[in-house]
C-alpha cells in the first residue's frame, strides 16, 4: 500500500491498477455475480506491495538516502493511522450489535491487528471455533498483518544483500520466490488455512513485484520492447487479469499454482506499463485514479460496514451493498486527507506521532482483552446466562462444548457401570453433553474415542470389542467430504459386523447470524441454514436410512430452510450457529428419549 505520488518516479498506472484490485475485493464480499474470483484483489495487492517497497529501498540504497529507522516510520505513518480509526470505530458497534460470540472473536481480531498478527490468529483460530468471514468486522487485516510481516523483515534483508551480494540479488530474490511457491502449492494440499494466511506461502507474491522493482533498476535491457509487442502483451495480460476474476470460484486453498495467471499478469503489468499505452491509459483514467489513491482506506472501510450491515439486519438485499460501497467511497475520501496528515511529517512531528499511536495503541489492546476475557459480556444476557456460565471461569462461549475434554479417552474400569463411547469431531462433544444434561443418563460412564474420519489418526475400533457393558457408541460429524464419508461408512459396517450397537447424532446447524435475534429479542426467529450442512444432512438421510439415526434438525424443529434458535423459554440455543450452549442441550435432552436411546432414533423413524 505504497506510492510514489511525491517523486519523480510516480507511475498513475500502479495506482489505477490498484483501483482494480480494491474494486475486485470489494465486488467479491458484495457477493455481486461474476465476481467469483474477486478475492484475488488482495493477490494483486501483494505483488504492487512487493513492487513499491522494493524499488523504494533499493533506490534509496543506490542513492545512499535510505535509513531503516525513517523507512519504518514512514511505514508506521501509512498504515496505523486509518487502520486504528477504523478499528476504533468498531468498538462501539461491536458492543451496541453483536452477541458475545461475535464480541469476543471482534476483541481478539482487534489485540491481533494492533500488534500485526491477525492473518496469525485467523490461521490457529480456523476450524471448530471459526465462523463466517461475513461478520467479521476486521477479518480482513489479515492481509495487513501479511504485509507489515515483510516490511519487518524485507529491508533488512535487502540491506545485506545489496551489502555483501548484490551481484547475486537477482538471483536470491528469484530462489526465494520459487521456494515460497513451492511452499504455497504443498500447503493448499496440506494445510489450506496456514497456507492462506501464511507470510511464508504469501511470500512468492509479494516477491513478484520485487523482482518486478529489481528488474526495473537493474536489467532494463530485458523488457525493451517494440511497441507492437508491448501492446500486445499488456492487453493479453490484462485480459487474463479479468479472466482469473471472472472465471475462477472461490479457492479455498489459494495461493497455489493456479492463482500463477493472476500474479505473473500483474507482474508483467506492473514491467510494460506506461502511461502511453493503451492498457495504461485506461488505468491513469481520473476516475481509476482516484480510487486508487482511496484503495487503502476503502479497503479497510468496507469490511466492517459489510459485516455491521449483515449482523445488523436479517437480510441484506442487493441494493443495500450499493448504498454502502457509495458510503465506503466518501468516507474513503475523507480518510484520504486523514492519511495525508499522519503522512506529513511537517505537519506532525515524530515525537508526537509516537504518543498518539502508543496511546491509540494501549486503548485498542485494553479494549480487546476486555472483549476476550468477558467472553463478550456473555453473563450480561439472561438468554445465555446458565449455571455452567457462572460457575465457569474460562471461556463462556466455547467452554461449554470444551468442557468434555476431559472425556477424551477416559478410561473404563472393568466393573458393572454402564458406558458410552462417543466417535466424531467437536460435535460429537456436543451430543456428549446433550446426555450430560439428561438425568437418565447420570449414572452412565462416558468416554470420548481418540481419532476420527476428520483427522490422520484413525480411530481403535477394535478397543470397543474389549469394553465390558458396552450400553451403545455415538457417531456424530458436523460436516465431511466425499473421502471422509467413506471413512464413516466403513465404521459402521465394522460396528455392524461385530454388533456393537451404535447411534448415530445427526448434524445441525443455526445459520452465522445470532447478534440479530439476540440483540433485537427476536424470540421467534427462523435463521437459514447454511446449505454446505443441509447438503450432508441429505446425504445422512439417504445413505444412513439402515442405522439408528438421531434427527437433531427434528430435534430442533427445522423447518423447510431455516430453523429457531431460542428455545420456548427464551434462551439461545448457540453463540456461533453450530455448538450448542448449556440451554442449548438441556432443551435436546428433553425432546429425546429418555429412556432408550435406540428406541428414540427408531420412534424419529416412524
Not at 117 to 139: C, H, M, R, V
Not at 586 to 603: E, G, L, N, T, V
Request: hydrophobic share 45%; aromatic share 18%.
Amino acid at each position: 500500500m505504497l506510492s510514489f505520488r511525491k517523486n519523480n518516479n510516480y507511475r498513475p498506472e500502479i495506482d489505477g491498477l490498484r483501483a482494480i484490485a480494491v474494486l475486485f475485493v470489494v465486488f467479491f464480499h458484495a457477493d455481486f455475480s461474476g465476481f467469483g474470483g474477486g478475492f484475488l484483489g488482495v493477490d494483486i495487492f501483494f505483488v504492487i506491495s512487493g513492487y513499491l517497497i522494493t524499488y523504494l529501498i533499493l533506490n534509496g540504497i543506490d542513492t545512499s538516502s535510505f535509513k531503516l529507522s525513517n523507512f519504518y516510520e514512514r511505514r508506521a505513518r501509512r498504515i496505523l493511522p486509518v487502520l486504528f480509526l477504523v478499528t476504533l470505530i468498531c468498538i462501539p458497534f461491536g458492543i451496541f450489535l453483536m452477541q458475545p460470540n461475535d464480541l469476543e472473536n471482534l476483541g481478539q481480531n482487534i489485540v491481533a491487528t494492533v500488534l500485526m498478527s491477525n492473518n496469525l490468529l485467523q490461521a490457529i483460530t480456523s476450524g471448530y471455533w471459526d465462523f463466517s468471514s461475513e461478520i467479521k468486522p476486521l477479518f480482513h487485516t489479515w492481509s495487513l498483518g501479511v504485509e507489515e510481516q515483510f516490511y519487518v523483515i524485507f529491508p533488512i534483508f535487502l540491506i545485506l544483500m545489496v551489502r555483501y551480494f548484490k551481484n547475486y540479488l537477482g538471483l536470491f530474490l528469484a530462489c526465494l520466490f520459487l521456494v515460497s511457491f513451492i511452499i504455497s502449492v504443498i500447503f493448499s494440499q496440506t494445510n489450506p488455512d496456514f497456507n492462506f494466511y501464511s507470510p511464508f506461502s504469501r511470500g512468492w507474491e509479494l516477491l513478484a513485484g520485487s523482482l518486478a522493482a529489481y528488474i526495473h533498476l537493474y536489467k532494463k535491457d530485458f523488457i525493451q520492447l517494440n511497441n507492437y509487442a508491448r501492446e500486445l502483451i499488456l492487453v493479453t495480460s490484462f485480459l487474463m487479469l479479468f479472466a482469473s476474476v471472472f472465471l475462477f470460484s472461490e479457492l479455498e486453498s489459494n495461493p497455489n499454482h493456479l492463482t500463477l495467471p493472476t500474479i505473473f499478469s500483474t507482474f508483467i503489468l506492473i514491467l510494460f506499463l506506461d502511461s502511453a499505452t493503451f492498457v495504461g491509459r485506461i488505468l491513469s483514467h481520473n476516475f481509476l485514479l482516484k480510487i486508487g489513491l482511496m484503495s487503502y482506506s476503502i479497503y479497510l472501510w468496507h469490511q466492517p460496514i459489510f459485516a455491521f450491515m449483515r449482523i445488523s439486519m436479517p437480510s441484506v438485499e442487493v441494493y443495500y451493498y450499493f448504498i454502502a460501497i457509495f458510503f465506503i467511497i466518501v468516507i474513503s475520501a475523507f480518510s484520504l486527507t486523514i492519511e495525508n496528515f499522519f503522512r506529513s511529517f511537517a505537519k506532525l512531528k515524530t515525537a508526537l506521532f509516537i504518543k498518539i499511536i502508543s496511546v491509540a495503541s494501549f486503548f485498542l489492546l485494553v479494549s480487546g482483552l476486555l472483549f476476550h476475557f468477558s467472553s463478550g459480556f456473555y453473563n450480561s444476557y439472561d438468554e445465555l446466562k446458565s449455571d455452567f456460565s457462572v460457575s465457569h471461569n474460562g471461556n463462556k462461549n466455547r467452554g461449554y462444548v470444551e468442557s468434555a475434554n476431559k472425556f477424551f479417552n477416559k478410561p473404563f474400569y472393568n466393573d458393572n457401570s454402564k458406558k458410552i463411547v462417543f466417535i466424531g469431531d467437536s460435535y460429537a462433544r456436543d451430543s456428549l453433553n446433550i446426555l450430560r444434561e439428561n438425568e437418565a443418563f447420570s449414572k452412565y460412564n462416558f468416554s470420548i474415542l481418540k481419532g476420527n474420519c476428520k483427522t490422520s489418526h484413525s480411530p481403535d475400533l477394535g478397543t470397543l470389542l474389549d469394553i465390558s457393558n458396552l450400553s451403545f457408541v455415538i457417531i456424530s460429524y458436523r460436516e465431511l467430504d466425499s473421502v471422509q464419508r467413506q471413512c464413516l461408512l466403513k465404521h459402521l459396517q465394522f460396528m455392524k459386523e461385530k454388533n456393537i450397537k451404535f447411534i448415530i447424532f445427526g448434524t445441525k446447524d443455526f445459520g452465522i447470524n445470532m447478534s440479530y435475534p439476540l440483540k433485537r429479542k427476536k424470540y421467534d426467529y427462523l435463521s437459514a441454514v447454511n446449505q454446505d450442512i443441509l447438503e450432508f444432512y441429505s446425504w445422512q438421510k439417504n445413505n444412513l436410512k439402515e442405522y439408528d439415526y438421531i434427527d437433531l434438525f427434528k430435534v430442533f424443529n427445522l423447518k423447510e430452510l431455516y430453523i429457531p434458535v431460542f428455545t420456548d423459554d427464551k434462551k439461545l440455543i448457540t453463540t456461533d450457529g453450530a455448538h450448542l450452549t448449556q440451554h442449548g442441550a438441556k432443551f435436546a435432552a428433553k425432546k429425546i428419549s429418555a429412556i432408550s436411546m435406540p428406541d428414540a432414533a427408531r420412534k424419529q423413524k416412524e
